[in-house]
T-cell receptor
Framework: QKEVEQNSGPLSVPEGAIASLNCTYSDRGSQSFFWYRQYSGKSPELIMSIYSNGDKEDGRFTAQLNKASQYVSLLIRDSQPSDSATYLCAVMDSSYKLIFGSGTRLLVRP | KAGVTQTPRYLIKTRGQQVTLSCSPISGHRSVSWYQQTPGQGLQFLFEYFSETQRNKGNFPGRFSGRQFSNSRSEMNVSTLELGDSALYLC???????????FGQGTRLTVV
């Protein structure tokens, strides 16, 4: 059973701090990795995609991928209360099936 | 560019009934995937269609089925509804294999 693991949280950080969200996956054949943000009662929204080892930055968000360690992370700099949401890590396996972690709930305290 | 459209947004059905949900992907996208989301189980993969062919299937009973039309629109059907089928059903579309998937607003199904 291919799995994607995330700490459910909640992860609580003060406004302006860096939030660090982590994810591990089991399928070594995975090639595509995604982070989604989901507000309560809404559908998931894609915020980052990463395909190769290293860092990828987009505004306040940085995704990090380490395929050798089967580890993906998302850093949110200058966290805002509006960033409070559940963050879902998703991994596309070798058969193009997108597998989601259970999500980490982030709370940004004003 | 229009996003992924799911209809209806809300549904209330009685146990034993069947239901059909619809998903129109982003124009040009050929892959449509369906997910069930419940508080206890998170996002569970149902199936994926690409160019009218089911390419992947999750671990759901045969009561859950789907299809994709030549215009890439997809439908999902659940027969003999059970209380446990109450969930948010999400569809996501993507362009080609391995690329980003975008979700619709979802259909919230309540079975009473």
């Amino acid at each position: 059973q291919k799995e994607v693991e995330q700490n459910s949280g909640p992860l609580s950080v003060p406004e302006g701090a860096i939030a660090s969200l982590n994810c591990t996956y089991s399928d070594r054949g995975s090639q595509s990795f995604f982070w989604y943000r989901q507000y309560s009662g809404k559908s998931p929204e894609l915020i980052m995609s990463i395909y190769s080892n290293g860092d990828k930055e987009d505004g306040r968000f940085t995704a990090q991928l380490n395929k050798a360690s089967q580890y993906v992370s998302l850093l949110i700099r200058d966290s805002q209360p509006s960033d409070s949401a559940t963050y879902l890590c998703a991994v596309m396996d070798s058969s193009y099936k997108l597998i989601f972690g259970s999500g980490t709930r982030l709370l940004v305290r004003p | 560019k229009a996003g992924v459209t799911q209809t209806p947004r809300y549904l209330i059905k009685t146990r034993g009934q069947q239901v059909t949900l619809s998903c129109s992907p982003i124009s040009g996208h050929r892959s449509v995937s369906w997910y069930q989301q419940t508080p206890g189980q998170g996002l569970q993969f149902l199936f994926e269609y690409f160019s009218e062919t089911q390419r992947n299937k999750g671990n759901f009973p045969g009561r859950f089925s789907g299809r994709q039309f030549s215009n890439s629109r997809s439908e999902m059907n659940v027969s003999t509804l059970e209380l446990g089928d109450s969930a948010l059903y999400l569809c996501a579309s993507s362009g080609t294999s391995g690329t980003e998937a975008f979700f619709g607003q979802g259909t919230r199904l309540t079975v009473v």
